[in-house]
């Protein structure tokens, strides 16, 4: 079943890349606007006086820079006419020109300096927002649902958050303090130049610029395109890389390198091909864009030039033009990247941001409490669950584990004995029936609250690339390492790891392949025993190990379990035989239930399932 949350960031993704036709260019304003809303909240965070005042001053020292960077040409202009004037005495022609020259040198340093502390001031705010967005979006897919978990692609969803992180960065250090301010500057020196010279130089100012910022839009959202190719390709052959170094064993067992490397290569053959039409077509950019700012500069240094000739205007009002023009003009130069990689940025953020869109199937209802343990009785009323409606896993499935009870959980495999365990833990709600833990219907407390009453050693023992330490103390954050300790003897790994030169603090490896899968599992004992929960699952615990090594674990796992109301999911029925009751599921109902002896003697699918492993083990 593909629910709404795996397709929301696909479906977010592609309705913001559509830029073909009217419709999907409203689409993608739409979607930009959201985002840009999305991130306003980072900006201007309730309860945060720090960064609100921050953001205050800094927009104060931004204003201050700009009037400062406009008034720079005015003095230099003064300073020209000044010493273009003569007459007066040797005495009186330097005095005026020195001052203002001190005074040119003043107001640009007080330009630069209003710039760097805009800069310093804003810096707390941008890697602020960075870090709470990131941190959202961290904390929204681990409250996802499993379903999401098990279909996504972790290296093309972490190459989607490492984007969305770098284009907030970008987008608060160029749109806000790099565009906006130059578009409030050409406005500014646009009124200056019509007030102090004459509404053709201000026009003439004005069109230039339009057309070359209209042009470079134009263009470089043709070359948008190429952009996302190499995106998207770039997803791709990560997603290929990290999925095959981790199945690296798989992958030398089956001698498929050369397999492995021509699907990364054609992944990255794709994403060379893009990156080459992205800067093979730069050209057109930087040829265009020159080509603009060579015309308006020769129009208006010749409308500038003509002046002073005619006498209306000064030599220096002529360097007052040329010196807005190029003041203008090299903040400009950087257009067409920065357009593009705002456009860019933005779609990196809504791909982001639309992590946190999608919707979690499994959430704590309105006023749900914390789990009020008393026993740990767990009990399954009329269950009905399948991962697709279409095909239903469990039809209706009753048990009851007393408080401090064992219960095993058998049957072929497809039955439904896993699910159980993920239905248990609310990785999953069940569409029929109910879950209850001493009598408490689990939809109705926390899901934190009902996860801290169980403890779970699963089939597959997946470590985090940590310490030995690390991994068993994940039980309960926090514990001392004598409690690690403890646990460790409990699991019986504890002279395992002493003989180890490190101890515990010896690093584990990916997924913990640096040990023996025996040795993975008793360090999920020790974790789980650390965790001290009311509810044991043991979920397939001993199916990958040899019979010698089986038989130790099962020791470790009685004494963990001991007095404690235990679930053992099991494939192996000499692991259960000794379980207060055992049920049979089968096509997704119980089949029978009771103990080994009784089921024996009921010769009934639990018997025939005896006799078949009792002849393979045999």
């Known amino acids: 079943m593909t629910s709404s949350g795996e397709e929301a960031p696909k479906k977010a993704s592609a309705q913001a890349r559509k830029g073909t036709g009217r419709k999907g260019a409203d689409a993608v304003r739409r979607h930009q606007f959201r985002t840009l809303l999305t991130l306003l909240p980072y900006l201007w965070p309730p309860g945060r006086r720090d960064i609100r005042n921050r953001v205050v001053l800094a927009v104060m020292a931004l204003a201050l820079a700009k009037v400062a960077t406009v008034y720079v040409p005015i003095l230099y202009k003064q300073a020209v006419d000044a010493l273009d004037k003569g007459g007066g005495g040797e005495a009186a022609v330097l005095a005026v020109p020195v001052g203002l020259i001190v005074a040119y040198g003043t107001v640009r340093l007080a330009s630069s300096l209003f710039q760097e502390l805009r800069e310093a001031l804003f810096a707390r705010v941008t890697q602020n927002a960075i870090r709470n967005a990131a941190l959202n979006t961290f904390r929204h897919l681990h409250g996802l649902s499993l379903r999401y978990h098990l279909e996504r692609q972790t290296g ?300 779970i050693v699963p089939q597959d023992t997946v470590l985090f690339n940590d310490t030995i330490r690390y991994n068993i103390a994940y039980g309960r954050q926090g514990a001392d390492f004598a409690a690690v300790e403890r646990a460790a003897r409990l699991a019986r790994i504890d002279r395992f790891i002493e003989d180890l030169p490190d101890g515990y603090d010896t690093m584990v490896g990916e997924r913990g392949l640096k040990l023996s899968g025996g040795e993975k599992q008793r360090v999920a004992i020790a974790r789980t025993i650390l965790k001290n929960p009311a509810i044991l699952l043991f979920d397939e615990a001993t199916s990958a190990l040899d019979t010698a090594t089986e038989r130790d674990i099962q020791q470790s796992l009685r004494t963990v379990s001991e007095g404690r109301t235990t679930l053992i999911i099991a494939h192996r029925l000499s692991t259960v035989v000794d379980a207060d009751e055992i049920i049979v599921l089968s096509e997704g109902v119980v089949a029978e239930r009771g103990r080994h002896a009784d089921l024996l003697a009921a010769d009934g699918p639990y018997a025939r399932m005896w006799r078949r492993q009792q002849r393979v083990e045999g």
Not at 184 to 210: H, K, N, P, Q, Y
Not at 405 to 420: Q, Y
């Open 156 to 455: 093309g969803l972490s190459r989607v958050i490492e984007r969305g992180v770098k284009g907030i960065e970008f987008l608060l250090s160029f749109t806000l303090f790099n565009i906006l301010p130059t578009l409030i500057e050409i406005v500014l020196v646009c009124g200056i130049l019509w007030s102090m010279l004459d509404w053709r130089f201000a026009a003439a100012t004005f069109l230039t610029i339009a057309g070359y910022i209209a042009y470079t839009l134009v263009v470089t959202e043709w070359r948008l395109k190429f952009r996302r190719a190499m995106n998207d390709k770039d997803s791709e052959a990560n997603t290929k890389a990290i999925d095959s170094l981790l199945n690296y064993e798989t992958v030398k067992y089956f001698g498929a390198e050369g397999h492995e490397s021509a699907r990364f290569d054609r992944s990255m053959r794709g994403y060379e091909e893009a990156a080459v039409r992205s800067i093979t077509s730069l050209a057109a950019v930087n040829i265009g864009q020159g080509g603009i700012i060579a015309v308006g500069l020769v129009a208006v240094m010749l409308m500038a030039a003509d002046g002073v000739v005619s006498g209306a205007m000064s030599l220096g009002d002529f360097v007052l033009v040329n010196t807005y023009l190029i003041q203008l003009y090299l903040p400009l130069n950087f257009l067409g990247f920065v357009y593009r990689q705002i456009r860019q940025s933005l779609t990196d953020m809504e791909d982001m941001f639309s992590i946190l869109r999608i919707e979690r199937e499994v959430e704590d209802g309105p006023g749900a409490g914390a789990l009020a343990i008393a026993g740990g009785a767990v009990r399954f009323e009329g269950v009905v669950f399948g991962y697709d409606p279409r095909r239903p896993i469990l039809k209706g499935v009753d048990f009851h584990v007393p408080a401090g009870r064992t219960l095993a959980i058998v049957g072929p495999s497809g039955a439904g004995k896993s699910t159980i365990s993920r239905l248990l833990f609310r990785f999953y709600d069940v569409q029929a029936g109910r879950v209850t833990i001493d009598g408490q219907d689990i939809r109705d407390a926390t899901q934190a609250s009902v996860r801290a009453a169980i403890g």
